[in-house]
């Protein structure tokens, strides 16, 4: 069965630390996604890469950066945790022209 | 402004009743997903919808594209429980890997 996994289910940081939610998938797709959710907003795109260490910016980007080293891992990271950062934090893969395979989420909490 | 917007927010139903959610866009896409979440988890595809008008079938769940492809519906027929749910479209943006969703529509189904 194909995956999408991420590192951790529940975060909780301190403002103004530096935080890396991690996520790998074991289906080879190029494309690979990282969203936050929040209530009554959906889900909004905040980087994506269609390629080893290829990134572009979307929706909401700012506060954060990627890393994508591997085909299989891209890393979101929080250079300086905020509280208006507390969220879930969804990683999604695609190999193209067809569907999202998400991961569980990482709910994150800076406090 | 979101991009997708779909209605209604929240809806709750008994056990055997229909239902139809709706996803509307004042911008023409080349496909819209449907997805649902359960609580804990990401999202699950299922279904993409690509010609104008095009009708698909998942047992009870019923999907529709419209022909001006600016909007799509989702009904289900007899709703159980376990169709209990956040309901999100999806739409690609820039190219077909690259989706914005909707806020989702909350469906909770009571035996």
């Known amino acids: 069965d194909v995956k999408v996994t991420q590192s951790s289910r529940y975060l909780v940081k301190r403002t103004g630390e530096k935080v890396f939610l991690e996520c790998v998938q074991d289906m080879d797709h190029e494309n690979m996604f990282w969203y936050r959710q929040d209530p009554g907003l959906g889900l909004r795109l905040i980087y994506f890469s269609y390629d080893v260490k290829m990134k572009e910016k979307g929706d909401i980007p700012e506060g954060y950066s990627v890393s994508r080293e591997k085909k299989e891992r891209f890393s979101l990271i929080l250079e300086s945790a905020s509280t208006n950062q507390t969220s879930m934090y969804l990683c999604?893969?695609?190999?193209?022209?067809?569907?999202?395979?998400f991961g569980s989420g990482t709910r994150l909490t800076v406090v | 402004t979101q991009l997708l917007e779909q209605s209604p927010q929240f809806l709750s139903i008994q056990e055997g009743e229909n239902l139809t959610v709706y996803c509307n866009s004042s911008?023409?896409?080349?496909?819209l997903q449907w997805y649902r979440q359960e609580p804990g988890e990401g999202p699950v595809l299922l279904v993409t919808v690509v010609t104008g008008g095009e009708v698909k079938k998942l047992k009870r769940l019923t999907f529709q594209f419209g022909d001006a492809r600016k909007d799509s519906s989702l009904h289900i027929t007899a709703a159980q429980p376990g169709d209990t749910g956040l309901y999100l479209c999806a739409g690609p943006f820039y190219n077909n890997n690259d989706m914005r969703f909707g806020a989702g529509t909350r469906l909770t189904v009571k035996p």
């Open positions: 911008s023409v896409f080349s496909s």
């Open positions: 999604a893969s695609t190999s193209g022209g067809v569907g999202y395979t």
